[in-house]
């Protein structure tokens, strides 16, 4: 007996695809991939830009790094705190005090001041 391909939704809210041979397949995913024509890193996930889960319109998905993902969720849902959270408002690089931005432009001023730039020329 031969089954049809079968569309439910999961635990999590996603549309799944069941096959013919019972493999599993979350449809955003492959939209995308059919998108990209090809697959997603392993580093890579689809983020929905509505952030609404059944709506797998191409126009609506888009390739995202995990990590930057997780952030931006994070983010919205007020998980991160302040305290990885740079005086500007940007998210703090991995064991740093301030954001990327922030870093090269304290990183700079401490070259020039080096060089006597701020000090009243060189020396």
């Known amino acids: ?6 569309i439910f939704k999961d ?4 549309l799944i695809l069941k096959d013919t041979n019972r493999r599993l397949f979350k449809i955003h995913k492959l939209l995308l991939e059919f998108k990209l024509k090809r697959e997603l890193e392993e ?4 983020h929905h830009l509505n ?5 797998n319109r191409l126009s609506n998905l888009e ?6 993902h997780q952030r931006e969720h994070q983010l919205v849902k ?3 705190s302040d305290k990885k959270k ?17 870093y090269a432009i304290k990183r700079d001023k401490i ?11 060189l020396k």
């Open 1 to 6: 007996m031969v089954c049809k391909p079968i």
């Open 11 to 14: 635990k999590d809210g996603y």
């Open 43 to 46: 580093n890579e996930v689809t």
């Open 51 to 55: 952030e609404d889960k059944q709506d």
């Open 63 to 68: 390739v995202k790094k995990r990590n930057q």
């Open 78 to 80: 007020g998980k991160l």
């Open 86 to 102: 740079c005086k500007c408002g940007r998210i703090k690089g991995y064991a740093s005090k301030m954001c990327a931005k922030c």
């Open 111 to 121: 070259e020039r001041d080096k060089l006597g730039r701020f000090k009243g020329g």
